[in-house]
């Protein structure tokens, strides 16, 4: 199972994201955290070490769909019959942060023991951390975020998990996840939301350009001092989408100033936020079908708008008709 945490900058999503796996890692074997934010908090807010795998995609795409064209696929149907023309050309598969994937690629588990996992995460305890990291010194001026979460998009997309599992995710601001695919790649969306005008209008201006994907997305009120901000939020705010709010407090500031302790005493004095977060965790399903095609819908999407151009080829031909997660599901 998936969550993310969403919101403007400033919001608290990466306070509420740390101190909810903080709060679960009592309660599972395993939990997968990911740091999908530019700024890179997660990690200190963890108190665990970090690597970037922003700069990995060529590796990242190689150890996943490396065998794609060694297919073991009936070699009469038309998928096989492709690739057997790309590799009679020479032509390597291009692999874009959306590209499908095939039966014959490989997949992750969010095991702390997977071999992917143990490669690319930091681990303490039970807890494993994957962080995607931020621009670098010669990148300033000319390089977009968008392009370092395509390592990212690749990875949701051979992650097989199932309810049991646990992906815990801090990303990107809000409306900027749907310039890329991160804004479906989730089970549960939740968004962090101060009781003001700017940081309301980042949620809103998410459910209405996600609207038609009907997507599973909920809000917490962070940083409340009264009545009158619940009642603010509650204005704008459908009832079942607000499902908590947290009162400013001084823990995280205390935290930030070198108590470490603090950290738990926020985490546990949001107990019932938190137990509201898991509970929705618990009674929402997996739906791999519709994953699945809006995965496909995007990345035709990407490829008429832009990759066909770029590589001077149609990239549907990398599509694979007999692909379908339940199948994937039982073989990993």
């Known amino acids: 199972m998936r969550v993310a945490f969403f919101g403007k900058g400033g919001s608290g999503k990466t306070t509420v994201a740390a101190g909810f796996i903080n709060f679960l890692k009592e309660k599972t074997d395993h939990i997968l955290a990911i740091d999908a934010d530019m700024n890179v908090h997660l990690g200190n807010t963890l108190q665990m070490e970090y690597n970037s795998i922003c700069n990995e995609f060529n590796q990242v795409a190689e150890y996943l769909e490396g065998n794609r064209l060694n297919s073991k696929v009936n070699e009469s149907n038309s998928f096989m019959e492709k690739a057997k023309k790309i590799m009679t050309s020479e032509e390597k598969p291009i692999v874009i942060g959306t590209t499908p994937p095939a039966l014959t690629s490989k997949f992750i588990t969010p095991k702390k023991d997977d071999e992917f996992i143990k490669k690319y995460s930091t681990q303490n305890d039970n807890i494993s951390l994957i962080t995607v990291g931020t621009y670098e010194d010669n990148e300033v001026g000319h390089s977009c975020y968008h392009s370092k979460l395509q390592v990212l998009e690749l990875i949701y997309n051979h992650l097989i998990d199932d ?75 459908l009832d079942d989408k607000l499902i908590a709010t947290i009162k400013s407090s001084n823990h995280m500031r205390k935290f930030e100033q070198g108590n470490t302790n603090a950290f738990d005493e926020f985490t546990k004095s ?13 009674s929402t399903e997996k739906n791999w079908n519709k994953y699945y095609n809006i995965l496909l819908d ?32 039982v073989t990993v």
């Open 163 to 237: 309810n049991n599992d646990i992906v815990i995710a801090d990303s990107t601001a809000g409306v900027d996840s749907v310039g890329t695919s991160m804004f479906f790649v989730y089970d549960i969306n939740i968004f962090v939301v101060e009781p003001t005008q700017r940081s309301l209008s980042v949620y809103l201006d998410f459910e209405k350009i996600s609207e038609k994907y009907n997507l599973n997305t909920y809000v917490i009120g962070n940083k409340i001092t009264d009545d009158e901000d619940i009642e603010f939020l509650k204005t704008h705010i």
């Open 270 to 282: 949001n107990t019932e936020t938190f137990e509201k977060v898991h509970k929705i965790m618990q």
């Open 298 to 329: 995007i990345y035709k999407a990407n490829c008429k708008e832009w990759y066909n151009s770029y590589y001077g080829q149609d990239l549907e031909k990398y599509i694979d008709p007999e692909f379908n997660y339940n199948k994937v599901m």
